[in-house]
């Protein structure tokens, strides 16, 4: 049993190790969503507002 107690807190330590750098990783992974979203909006806003325009092979763009 003293096996048993001591591999769990050796494990448990680990675990939360692991939870802490799960965290970590999750929230780089949201805010590198965001920013890719706000740069995905900022070019579909100027597109919209540019609609009327050409775009780089002569022909009209239009959304």
């Known amino acids: 049993m003293q096996r048993?107690?001591?591999?769990f807190r050796s494990?448990?330590?680990v675990a939360m190790e692991l939870e802490r750098l799960h965290q970590l990783v999750d929230d780089t992974v949201?805010?590198?969503g965001s920013d890719a979203?706000?740069?995905s909006l900022a070019v579909y806003t100027y597109a919209k507002a540019n609609?009327?325009?050409f775009g780089l092979d002569g022909k009209?763009?239009?959304l």
Do not use: I, N, R
């Not at 048993?4 to 591999?7: N, P």
């Open 30 to 32: 949201m805010a590198l």
């Open 4 to 7: 048993d107690v001591e591999a």
């Open 51 to 53: 609609q009327d325009e």
């Open 37 to 39: 979203y706000s740069a």
């Open 11 to 13: 494990l448990y330590a």
């Open 60 to 62: 009209p763009v239009g």
